[in-house]
């Protein structure tokens, strides 16, 4: 103060130090009130966190049975080889039907925060377990009781493929309902548009994708793989939408952040798509090939 005013007055002098006073204690309370309310948000996401995983833990301590399932493909009756093979195709078919429903459901559940349909979702994940394990079993009776040929073998290794994709995919659809889980009666974010458009883009390039296997169209699996450009691109907005929610609204970072993880598997399920393309080609030629590469 004195470097301002060598000789000041009782007045300035008093004036000067109690602004100061005044400045430092409203830092110091201001300090203050901004560590309690970080406190008391880390405690309300801490418990929001702890909600969340209880109700996908009580969702899930029940999906599965306590049984075995017995694979039992030794000392199995022949079978006719085509008609055997047009069975394991069928349930391919039937398999992407249900992966499909899986989706749409999914989105469904998230967009009006259906929580007894998110449940659903997440308990009937385990009959597309069992479709697969079904599907399997059939390729090995097939195998082992009919002398199939090289084309042949081709096929069921291209079906186990396939099936190992959709069984993730149906993963993806029962993350998205976990997602809705976790939100519980949070006030909801504003789902991002791109979302629906990256579930509706992702069902076309299934439906697509199957029917080029079961039509053996290599040239219509490959464009089936470049649609996966467009649900990149999708993904982008919504990653870079979400991010800006962020920084306006941080109190609602953990559900946008959840919303990514919504969208994540979304583009993931294409990715996914992709990957059928490419058992579709080796089911015709023999030959992998990596025909639809994601950037993530």
């Given at each position: 103060?004195?470097?301002?005013?060598?000789?000041?007055?009782?007045?300035?002098?008093?004036?000067?130090?109690?602004?100061?006073?005044?400045?430092?204690?409203?830092?110091?309370?201001?300090?203050?009130?901004?560590?309690?309310?970080?406190?008391?948000?880390?405690?309300?996401?801490?418990?929001?966190l702890e909600e969340s995983d209880m109700r996908i833990h009580e969702v899930a301590k029940d999906k599965y049975p306590a049984q075995e399932?017995?694979?039992?493909?030794?000392?199995?009756?022949?079978?006719?080889?085509?008609?055997?093979?047009?069975?394991?195709?069928?349930?391919?078919?039937?398999?992407?039907?249900?992966?499909?429903?899986?989706?749409?459901?999914?989105?469904?559940?998230?967009?009006?925060?259906?929580?007894?349909?998110a449940r659903k979702i997440v308990e009937d994940d385990r009959k597309l377990d069992e479709k697969e394990f079904a599907i399997r079993e059939d390729c090995m009776q097939?195998?082992?009781?009919?002398?199939?040929?090289?084309?042949?073998?081709?096929?069921?290794?291209?079906?186990?493929?396939?099936?190992t994709e959709l069984e993730r995919m149906g993963d993806y659809a029962e993350g998205i309902a976990n997602v809705t889980l976790m939100i519980g009666e949070?006030?909801?974010?504003?789902?991002?548009?791109e979302v629906p458009l990256m579930a509706s883009r992702g069902i076309e390039m299934l439906r697509d994708g199957v029917e080029s296997f079961l039509e053996r169209d290599v040239a219509k699996a490959k464009n089936v793989c470049k649609l996966d450009d467009e649900v990149?691109?999708?993904?982008?907005?919504?990653?870079?939408e979400l991010l800006v929610s962020m920084i306006q609204e941080p109190e609602g970072i953990t559900q946008a952040t959840r919303l990514m993880w919504a969208a994540h598997n979304l583009e993931r399920f294409a990715d996914r798509v992709t990957n059928i393309c490419e058992w579709v080609v080796f089911d015709v030629s023999g030959v992998m090939v990596d025909i639809g590469a994601s950037k993530y």
């Open positions: 103060m004195y470097i301002i005013w060598p000789q000041p007055s009782y007045t300035t002098f008093v004036l000067f130090y109690f602004g100061l006073g005044s400045i430092l204690l409203k830092w110091v309370i201001f300090e203050i009130i901004d560590r309690l309310h970080k406190r008391l948000r880390l405690k309300t996401v801490a418990k929001e399932r017995q694979v039992a493909a030794n000392g199995a009756s022949s079978i006719n080889l085509e008609l055997g093979l047009k069975e394991i195709e069928n349930g391919v078919s039937t398999m992407a039907n249900m992966v499909e429903t899986a989706v749409e459901r999914s989105l469904e559940g998230l967009r009006g925060r259906d929580m007894r349909l097939v195998i082992t009781t009919s002398s199939p040929k090289v084309d042949h073998l081709r096929r069921i290794v291209a079906v186990l493929g396939i099936v949070e006030r909801a974010l504003a789902l991002p548009t990149d691109a999708l993904y982008d907005r919504t990653f870079r």
